[in-house]
Nanobody, 128 residues
Framework: QVQLLESGGGLVQAGGSLRLSCAASGRTFNRYLMGWFRQAPGKEREFVAGSNPNNGNIDYADSVKGRFTISRDNAKKTVALQMNSLKPEDTAVYYC?????????????????????WGQGTQVTVSS
């Protein structure tokens, strides 16, 4: 189990940038697939980006490709989400999530139920 704490949310104008960060507790951060999800009011929680520790595999939702970048620092036990060219439709609560993966598992899971550990979320609001 890991505990996750997000930071970096806020209010930004369309076209602007924000950087979210997620700090993890625990000793085995480099065994966890790290993901970012978001949930807008009245909508389901959706996958945004993921980073697998085994092969460096990274994946993004189509809606954020080319604008968002996920990165992890295993030594600092952190994962970040750099968000550029933000749009009003990016407005949501953003959640950090973690899933323990064995060494042979190189997948990026995009469904919420696959992740066992969640942060409390951080609000991102993009004004038009």
């Amino acid at each position: 189990q890991v505990q996750l704490l997000e930071s970096g949310g806020g209010l930004v104008q369309a076209g602007g940038s924000l950087r979210l960060s997620c700090a993890a507790s625990g000793r085995t951060f480099n065994r966890y697939l790290m993901g970012w999800f978001r949930q807008a009011p009245g909508k389901e929680r959706e996958f945004v980006a993921g980073s697998n520790p085994n092969n460096g595999n990274i994946d993004y939702a189509d809606s954020v490709k080319g604008r968002f970048t996920i990165s992890r620092d295993n030594a600092k036990k952190t994962v970040a989400l750099q968000m550029n060219s933000l749009k009003p439709e990016d407005t949501a609560v953003y959640y950090c999530a973690a899933k323990y993966v064995i060494l042979s598992d190189n997948n990026i899971y995009t469904t919420r139920g696959r992740y066992d550990n969640w942060g409390q979320g951080t609000q991102v609001t993009v004004s038009s």
